[in-house]
């Protein structure tokens, strides 16, 4: 499995009749930060750079260059890093956030007090958080949608979608799910993995 090195997430609003109507108070609560190199954005069609301090908002799709990285904060609950080569798209609503990845390498951090409303979904999997520190990796299409998630601290909920197949994942485990395989089980995370995740510790959740 190819890792990376160390030094390589909502508003809208609307004009009717001259008005400007404002967006609710949770659609504001994603920030960029820590932007390096090209990352952009897809919203309604339209493609931007995003920079620090962005606001990002539900349906952004974020794409992240070579070389290049984002972390997506929702400041007090969890934020997440994505990596050189990645995409994220942001799905929330007042009680909820599911953050799917088409592709790519994405770290998060999760206060286990604040973020429990956060789920990932893959092309195989959906992920929900109980609190942790942890990996996922998501090949592209034509790769038989290969997922790949390790957990360095806490656990999660690994759903396998199109099965009955749910398991728990612990600190130190990992799991691999080609496809939709109902046979995929948790593995000893290799040490790669977690050390690769240790660099989510300087994510500031403020």
Same mark, same amino acid.
């Given at each position: 499995?190819?890792?990376?090195?160390?030094?390589?997430?909502?508003?809208?609003?609307?004009?009717?009749?001259?008005?400007?109507?404002?967006?609710?108070?949770?659609?504001?609560?994603?920030?960029?930060?820590?932007?390096?190199?090209?990352?952009?954005?897809?919203?309604?069609?339209? *493609?931007?750079? +995003?920079? !620090? #301090? $962005?606001?990002?908002?539900?349906?952004?799709?974020?794409?992240?260059?070579?070389?290049?990285?984002?972390?997506?904060?929702?400041?007090?609950?969890?934020?997440?890093?994505?990596?050189?080569?990645?995409?994220?798209?942001?799905?929330?609503?007042?009680?909820?956030?599911?953050?799917?990845?088409?592709?790519?390498?994405?770290?998060?951090?999760?206060?286990?007090?604040?973020?429990?409303?956060?789920?990932?979904?893959?092309?195989?999997?959906?992920?929900?958080?109980?609190?942790?520190?942890?990996?996922?990796?998501?090949?592209?299409?034509?790769?038989?949608?290969?997922? *790949?998630?390790? +957990?360095? !601290? #806490? $656990?999660?909920?690994?759903?396998?979608?199109?099965?009955?197949?749910?398991?728990?994942?612990?600190?130190?485990?990992?799991?691999?799910?080609?496809?939709?395989?109902?046979?995929?089980?948790?593995?000893?995370?290799?040490?790669?993995?977690?050390?690769?995740?240790?660099?989510?510790?300087?994510?500031?959740?403020?």
């Amino acid at each position: 499995m190819k890792m990376w090195n160390k030094t390589g997430f909502l508003f809208f609003y609307f004009l009717a009749a001259g008005i400007l109507i404002s967006a609710p108070a949770w659609a504001s609560d994603f920030k960029a930060s820590g932007v390096s190199g090209k990352v952009t954005a897809v919203r309604d069609g339209e *493609t931007r750079v +995003v920079a !620090e #301090g $962005d606001a990002l908002e539900n349906g952004d799709r974020i794409l992240t260059a070579e070389d290049s990285r984002l972390d997506v904060i929702k400041a007090g609950a969890w934020g997440y890093r994505l990596l050189a080569s990645s995409e994220s798209v942001i799905h929330a609503d007042e009680t909820k956030t599911e953050i799917e990845m088409p592709q790519g390498n994405v770290i998060f951090k999760v206060n286990p007090m604040q973020g429990r409303d956060l789920s990932v979904r893959t092309p195989v999997v959906v992920v929900a958080v109980r609190g942790t520190q942890f990996w996922g990796q998501v090949l592209p299409a034509g790769t038989s949608h290969n997922s *790949t998630f390790a +957990v360095r !601290e #806490g $656990d999660v909920e690994v759903t396998v979608v199109g099965s009955e197949n749910k398991m728990m994942l612990q600190a130190g485990q990992a799991i691999d799910v080609q496809g939709e395989s109902a046979t995929a089980a948790a593995r000893e995370a290799k040490p790669a993995e977690l050390d690769a995740i240790s660099q989510i510790e300087d994510l500031a959740l403020e």
